[in-house]
């Protein structure tokens, strides 16, 4: 069975961990390389069984680790051409062998787990979320940096029995809040983050077309906070006749802490 933790997810840093039989990968690394190494542990992974680290875009709280990580423990980091070319500098020196390109919306293998990456929607190069899969087509997840739910998200999101996804912000705390009127168009943009309401919103889709648990993600400091981002998808989704904990597992991913180990079965 396919089993995902979070390292910590946030807008300050975000390290999703997927495993599967014998292989183990991350999903961006965009904390320290002793705070990864540290929560794999406490999980029991350790970081030299990585076989890859996936990259959604080249922004720094997805990559800050990435590089360190690399050169540690010879692993392999996987992102398409475009954000190569933007994240290549910051990331220091890589070895040949272990910068691997992709394309977008094709499936690749690697060891016992199928991954396809997809496009979306954010300002950055060439962003992407993941799908990844068994032999047995079990199917989970990830969407982050999402300005807007785009059909081809949709698409790629729907069936997955496990799925992270952005819960950004608050639309008062954002407005409200200290961030410069350009950065508050910014993120509100569809090249910006999901809020709340949208996917509170989008948790319905999902649930409708057979996704078991959500993981609400991505939270920003200033502007969210877990028990909002929490009871504003319960309260949209008990609109819609959905109950959390018997229709659905919903839960809020720590940008500080290690989550639980989730196991699609």
């Known amino acids: 069975m396919l089993k995902y933790c979070s390292v910590g997810s946030g807008s300050s840093g975000n390290c999703h961990y997927i495993g599967y039989k014998n292989t183990n990968i991350l999903v961006d690394a965009g904390l320290s390389g002793k705070r990864i190494t540290t929560g794999l542990k406490d999980i029991g992974i350790d970081a030299d069984k990585l076989k890859g680290i996936f990259i ?9 680790g990435a590089g360190i990580l690399s050169r540690k423990f010879d692993i ?74 785009t059909q081809n998200i949709k698409k790629h999101l729907y069936k997955s029995k496990l799925v992270v996804l952005e819960s950004n912000y608050d639309p008062n705390m954002l407005m409200m809040g200290s961030y410069t009127y350009a950065l508050k168009k910014r993120v509100m943009s569809n090249a910006g983050h999901l ?19 959500i993981l609400l993600a ?25 109950v959390v904990g018997q229709d659905v597992k919903l839960d809020v991913l720590s940008r500080n802490d290690v989550s639980n180990v989730y196991e699609m079965k």
Do not use: Q
Not at 90 to 113: A, P, Q
Not at 195 to 213: H, K, M, P, R
């Open 218 to 242: 991505h939270l920003s400091k200033e502007n969210n906070f877990p028990e909002l981002a929490y009871e504003t998808s319960k309260g949209v989704l008990a609109s819609n006749d959905i």
């Open 76 to 149: 392999p980091v996987f992102a398409n051409i475009k954000t190569w070319c933007s994240m290549k500098d910051k990331l220091g020196d890589i070895k040949d062998k272990n910068m691997k390109v992709f394309e977008n919306d094709k499936t690749y293998s690697l060891g016992d787990i199928i991954v396809r990456p997809f496009s979306i929607e954010h300002d950055a190069s060439d962003p992407v979320g993941y799908n990844f899969y068994t032999e047995n087509d079990e199917k989970m997840s990830i969407a982050t940096d999402i300005g807007c739910i």
């Open 195 to 213: 809020s709340n309401e949208d996917a509170a919103n989008f948790c319905v889709e999902l649930i409708n077309e057979g996704t078991e648990s």
């Open 56 to 64: 959604t875009h080249e922004h720094v709280d997805h990559i800050k």
